[in-house]
């Protein structure tokens, strides 16, 4: 009986402590946190790749650039220096950058006073006389002449410059290049008239309104300014060759090639001109200047006949390179470039042209004043052209 009853309870303990140990098994299940997933397996460390050193693009080269101070909107000086452009710049290796300037003598202070400007154009009247002044500045070539126009209204009564005495003219803006020589011309001639300073556009609508007498400007023609108007309102006034211009002048014409509106057909207009002057700094040898002026050399003197056909302005065919400027030295390279050119075609051109003094009976000491070099120059290319066409 008594085994009987401790199997019972060993049984009956057994069963207690099982389902006590199931229960608990079961709320342990329920209570213990859920098991983290197993890890993956961390990824292989890559070692960061080196740069790629790629070559260096080179820097685009500078063209090497000129610039040239020049004259006033509507002027020939402009033009011409727009023609460089034109011509010579190739827009990678060289470039000409024009500047719109006043001329005349402010050109020339210009040139020396203000950074980046190579070339100037202006009147040979404008060029400092002294030698001090006139060392410091060299010539590239003589380009052509200027003309001086008188414009007045055509139902003004003058006749000629003297008329103008007391009278208001507009003679340019203030020291642009038309002023300088407006003032020297009429200063010579005994005129004095109430100076006006205002630009070429300006004049012709004060003009017009009849505010001024005249308008006054010295401008290679066709002056664009002028080939405008139309002769039921204006025409130009004559100017005489007096013996006080013909050191320094050169006598002229303007006729109705040049200004069909304003000058009738079979008539000229007599007037007198100004040589206009390509100069520069006189850099000194081995100076980045001296090399622009050298380039600029190398590319203009060889395209010279380029820029006397059209469509260049016509007063390129005026241009001789080997013209010289009295008191101012040329430019060495370009002295260097002609003589290498062409070393006897001096000596053919002095042949031709003693052959020519002789055909005309002229003798040396009669060409004593520009006014006469000039005319006979002129005359001697019109009879070498005669000769060159048999």
């Not at 040239?68 to 011409?80: F, N, Q, R």
């Not at 190579?118 to 404008?126: E, P, S």
């Not at 400092?128 to 055509?154: G, M, Q, S, T």
């Not at 065919?317 to 060495?332: C, D, K, N, Q, W």
Request: positive net charge; glycine residues 6%.
């Amino acid at each position: 009986m008594a085994g009987v009853l401790a199997v019972a309870i060993t049984a009956s303990l057994v069963v207690t402590i099982a389902s006590v140990d199931s229960a608990s098994a079961q709320t342990l299940l329920r209570t213990a946190p859920e098991a983290a997933p197993a890890a993956a397996p961390a990824a292989p460390r890559l070692r960061p790749r080196p740069p790629v050193r790629r070559p260096a693009e080179a820097a685009p080269s500078r063209p090497t650039t000129v610039s040239i101070v020049s004259g006033p909107i509507d002027t020939t000086d402009l033009a011409v220096a727009c023609d460089l452009s034109a011509v010579l710049d190739d827009g990678d290796q060289f470039r000409i950058l024009p500047f719109v300037g006043k001329g005349g003598g402010q050109n020339v202070r210009d040139l020396r006073a203000l950074p980046g400007i190579d070339l100037g154009i202006a009147t040979t009247t404008a060029l400092p006389r002294e030698r001090a002044e006139a060392d410091k500045l060299v010539y590239i070539a003589k380009l052509f002449n200027e003309e001086l126009h008188i414009l007045v209204r055509a139902d003004a009564p003058f006749a000629g410059v003297a008329d103008l005495a007391d009278k208001p003219v507009a003679v340019g803006d203030a020291q642009s290049g038309t002023r300088l020589v407006v003032r020297d011309v009429f200063a010579r001639l005994g005129v004095t008239p109430v100076e006006v300073a205002v630009g070429p556009a300006d004049a012709v609508e004060k003009l017009r309104s009849g505010e001024i007498a005249a308008a006054v400007l010295v401008s290679g023609k066709p002056a664009a300014a002028l080939s405008r108007l139309v002769g039921r309102e204006f025409r130009l006034l004559p100017v005489p060759f007096a013996k006080p211009l013909q050191a320094d002048f050169l006598p002229a014409s303007l006729t109705a090639a040049d200004y069909p509106d304003l000058i009738a057909p079979g008539t000229a207009v007599e007037t007198v001109a100004v040589g206009t002057v390509l100069f520069a700094n006189a850099w000194p040898k081995g100076s980045e200047g001296h090399r622009r002026l050298e380039q600029f050399v190398e590319r203009l003197f060889p395209r010279l006949a380029e820029l006397q056909k059209p469509p260049r302005h016509p007063k390129w065919r005026e241009t001789s390179l080997s013209a010289t400027v009295p008191g101012l030295a040329r430019f060495a390279p370009a002295e260097a470039w002609l003589r290498r050119q062409a070393p006897a075609a001096s000596e053919l051109s002095r042949e031709r042209f003693d052959a020519f003094l002789a055909s005309r009976r002229v003798a040396l000491d009669e060409t004593t004043t520009p006014a006469d070099r000039e005319r006979l120059f002129r005359e001697f290319l019109r009879w070498n052209e005669t000769r060159e066409r048999r």
